[in-house]
């Protein structure tokens, strides 16, 4: 419980012993997971989240043929007539036997009323509040629900000239992505062909993000002009 009381920002600082630069990478390497500052997730969060990162890691996985496959097979274990898509839940109500979901048909709006034994619902935190819970949620459960505040990503991609590959390589070898801590956020480098402009992709997050996804309707020209100054 202490854990959750305290930011991971003021646990790192505070209990760490670690030095100001390698706090700082702590940070810098945390922050783009869950996509906003340090100082607005508990510790209990930040240090789940740096468990993958700290001492051996975790391996990463591949999925051969894209990770389209492998939302199939999670699709074909559940069952595809379980599955249904497009559906506005309004209500979800428990019964002796299971439940009962309410949802509307967002392509017929036609209401429809689904039972099972149980449901999974891929529900936005800022849509559950429109749900009606019968029985009503615990109060413990709203302000878990009414709490949660979410992050925010940009993506972005830029071509630039393949001499500029110069940059990001040291005897043939790239070392992106680059954790920028910026405006840039976490540079990778995207698929380029010999003799075409060289691609690198953009991964923002946080207070950039939320900035840039604020301004994508009619200042794209901003946020062009807000990149290209930074990697300048």
């Known amino acids: 419980m202490p854990l959750i009381e305290i930011s991971f920002d003021n646990w790192v600082s505070e209990t760490s012993g670690l030095s100001h630069k390698t706090q700082e990478f702590v940070r810098i390497q945390t922050e783009p997971e869950y996509a906003t500052s340090w100082t607005k997730i508990s510790a209990l969060d930040g240090i789940a989240e740096w468990h993958f990162l700290s001492r051996e890691g975790q391996a990463p996985y591949h999925v051969v043929g894209g990770n389209q496959l492998a939302t199939q097979a999670i699709a074909y274990f559940v069952g595809t007539d379980n599955i249904l898509l497009n559906q506005l839940v309004t209500h979800i109500k428990s019964t002796d036997k299971g439940v009962e979901v309410t949802a509307t048909d967002m392509g017929t709006f036609q209401q429809q009323v689904y039972r099972a034994k149980y449901v999974i619902t891929t529900v936005p935190l800022f849509r559950l509040n429109d749900i009606q819970f019968n029985p009503p949620l615990s109060p413990d459960r709203k302000e878990a629900i009414q709490t949660q505040s979410g992050g925010a990503y940009f993506t972005a991609h830029i071509l630039v000239d393949n001499m ?36 690198l992709n953009l991964l923002i ?16 020209e901003d946020i062009q002009e807000t990149l290209l100054e930074a990697f300048e």
């Open 164 to 199: 500029a590959s110069q940059f990001w390589t040291r005897e043939g070898h790239s070392f992106l992505p680059i954790l920028s801590d910026g405006p840039l956020g976490v540079i990778y480098e995207g698929k380029s062909e010999p003799n075409k402009n060289a691609v």
């Open 205 to 220: 997050n946080g207070a950039y993000a939320e900035r840039f996804n604020s301004r994508v309707s009619g200042w794209s």
